[in-house]
């Protein structure tokens, strides 16, 4: 299965979950609850206030684990102009944002890090269960955004 026949799959709209394809074309859906939507949506709203350009929610990435769908990214102007008609990306934007379930793995946040930044990521926010931020670049994890380093480290 493509990104473009799970975007015009009638029976895969308006689902309450995120859906992602594997590296095999295989969906993969992950419910979603209202806290981890509303953590989301106030994520985005901070990363707006404190950076402008584009945000926004649910942006499709291609990566070499499939297309996976960031909870929240920032992007710049250059990046707009470059890449703003694809769908999925197939550049990550600058800053990808994902919140996690109190079932998501470590592994697997590993993982879709290490695929945003090798699609060309400059950072990876992970917001935990209790609303603690973790950022990532190239280098490894830190405590602060080098991006934006006055984000707070922890939302409500």
């Known amino acids: 299965m493509t990104w473009q026949d799970v975007l015009d799959h009638p029976s895969l709209q308006d689902l309450p979950c995120k859906i992602e394809l594997n590296a095999w074309g295989q969906i993969v859906m992950t419910p979603t609850s209202n806290q981890r939507r509303m953590r989301q949506t106030r994520l985005i ?27 929240g990214a920032w992007a710049s102007e250059a990046f707009m102009a470059g890449h703003g008609d694809e769908d999925p990306f197939q550049r990550a934007p600058e800053l990808c944002v994902e919140v996690r379930l ?6 697997e946040m590993r993982e879709k890090t290490v695929a945003y930044l090798a699609k060309g990521a400059k950072e ?26 006055d984000f707070p480290a922890q939302i409500d």
């Open 102 to 107: 109190p079932r998501t793995t470590d592994v």
């Open 45 to 71: 709203g901070l990363l707006r206030e404190h950076a402008g350009h584009t945000t926004f929610a649910q942006c499709s990435v291609a990566t070499a684990r499939g297309v996976s769908v960031t909870d």
């Open 124 to 149: 990876v926010w992970i917001c935990a269960t209790d609303g603690r931020l973790t950022f990532h670049d190239h280098t490894g994890p830190r405590t602060t955004s080098a991006m934006l380093p």
